[in-house]
RNA sequence: GCCGCAAUAGCUCAGCCGGUAGAGCAUCGCAUUCGUAAUGCGGGGGUCGGGGGUUCGAGUCCCUCUUGCGGCACCA
């Protein structure tokens, strides 16, 4: 057989016998190399390190630590993960496991559910597969053979996964010992390199690919790492990602609660609706600044009304609908774009009044699957920074790429740097022609193109049959503390509800034409805004979102009244501030106002009193500095000053 | 909505094989005036999520509903 020249990252080449395997290339550099080697790189594509090599190429070998050894860890480890079930419980069947963000899952059919203590069960079992260290070995079947053997085994959800396997692809089998699965690879090469760093963390239900009409599997889900610490690095992290969840965050700065007579409903505190309506003090400025104009829509409208739009056909498991007495049937507004056609219909419209810009803090009513509620992330009446767009074919580029730009400004006023960009496309259930589709998609393909560009936008991608109902849409996707991400703000592009509701124009040919509404949100929801900003800053607001502000407390009840005082004029500064005048120790003070996250702490003691000085303490940090109440009421002014209203 | 788990004082939680409810913090009262993450003592506080059942007897066992939690599906 003639040689093959492969060449290493260090630039050195060898010739080899084509068809020799990596390992054995390894083991005739050293047989070190072939002891650590558990993949290969071949050409820039990872794969089993027992495959052949059968022309020229670039070679590196991976060894277990490597950062692309992670994958084949978890990978495998979801291997050892459904044999072991399978061991502990015969007669259930395997489905798919693949390797997800931060670790791993299998989904099993299993007639009896997991049970919590099942879960150190099944990781002992796992430790003992991987310390028999089996090989991985790796064989190519008929598609024949393998839907023989899958029902054979009662497998029948392999059965279905061999059928939906392309006609020309390779129909691979990895072995683990007596065990065998149905996968693409690539594996390592053997069962022992997956280590002990791993663990199962939770179970759960899931669909059969992901259809909520067809079987309901059972989920494991877990994690790997290299080594120990990594795992362990990666638990403490999922520990403190736990302590700043908005929901516990809320009730210890007392912000907001829910209770059972209002599921998915928000009782917003003082302290949450002074954030809340910061938020939109905030958005409303800076609105008025890009040439918006704030109306109100009603809360309530006629069925009629929710017909037109389609709501009503497309929408209405998600509506709120009232009857009264006089036997008329409204809804509670899903969304405030009927509304705002009605306020744009209202008068006559000259192509002079394009781009019109109608924006509202609409608060809707959404009747979301009860498993779907999660604190303020997902609830069933919230608030929009809702705006519909009205403006002529022409100016939806221009516009949407306006919106991109004003949409990142006020995400990296809030610090999130992070941001991914999903155009959704058009859905099955939608209202309109395919050829106004097809129009607003393509105009939106080239928006994401030029907003790709944008070096603040992290990633675009297109979203297949995500669309809404009525238009094609851009989903802005921020990441939460917990790693987990949240659809935020959207732009739709909207040819359908205009013309449904009879909107126009008059253009300056005279004709009448329909306008193209464009839909946009920003912070999407003020409620789940609220919730990721919260887990974003772990409950340490900047001081100008911040409830209270400052807290200025005594040491001892001879600064009473200094402390009185200097609240006042604090107060008259623009700042919000309390007192705490209690019979209480500073040290329990200063607990109790970190714990609640007040970023600023004023203490006064007989020294301050006498000298019109405060000693500020900062949350987070346990040094204080005294300076005089003139000097923390100028800085503290000049921090509390929005983002917007900064001065460069 | 689906699968699993859970719900005990304002909060965090204990309560065994069924025998009539407990701790810490918080709250209230009294004492204490204190220098940067919990001062001491004392008092009050519970339809054990709702309803039904089994039982001489249910926080505990069973059924059911509600809500929450972890995912799935859905989504701002």
Known sequence: MSDIVLTFPDGATRAVPAG?????????????????????????????????????????????????????????????????????????????????????????????????????????????????????????????KAKAHFAAAGETFKVELVDAIPAGEDLKIYRQGDWLDLCRGPHMTSTGQIGNAFKLQRFSGSYWRGNAEGPQLQRLYGTAFATDKELADHLRMLEEAEKRDHRKLGREMDLFHFQEDAPGTVFWHPNGWQMFQGLIAYMRRRQVAEGYVEVNSPQLMDRSLWETSGHWETYHANMFVTETEDERVFALKPMNCPGHVQIYKHGLKSYRDLPMKIAEFGCVHRYEPSGALHGLMRVRAFTQDDAHIFCSEEQIAEQCLDINRFMLSIYEDFGFHDVHIKLATRPEKRVGDDSLWDKAEAAMRDVLDRMASDNRVTKTSIAEGEGAFYGPKFEYHLRDAIGRTWQCGTTQVDFNLPARFGAFYVDSDGEKKTPVMIHRAMFGSLERFTGIFLENTAGHLPLWIAPVQAVVATIVSDADDYAREAAVLLRKAGLRVETDLRNEKINYKVREHSLSKTPVLLVVGKREAEERKVSVRRLGSDRNTVMTLDEAIAALRAEAVPPDLASE
Request: aromatic share 8%.
């Open 20 to 144: 020799m395997t990596g390992l054995e290339v390894a083991r005739s550099i050293a047989p070190s190399l072939a002891k650590r080697t558990v993949a290969m790189i071949v050409d820039g594509v990872l794969q089993d390190a027992a495959d052949a090599l059968t022309r020229n190429a670039t070679i590196r070998f991976v060894s277990r630590t490597d950062p692309e050894a992670l994958e084949l860890i978890r990978h495998d480890c979801a291997h050892v993960l459904a044999e072991a079930v399978q061991d502990l419980w015969p007669g259930t069947q395997v489905t798919i496991g693949p390797v997800i963000e931060n670790g791993f899952y299998y989904d099993f059919a299993k007639a009896e559910p997991f049970h919590p203590d099942d879960l150190p069960k099944i990781e002992k079992r796992m430790r003992e597969i991987i310390a028999k260290n089996a090989p991985f070995t790796k064989e190519v079947w008929t598609r024949d």
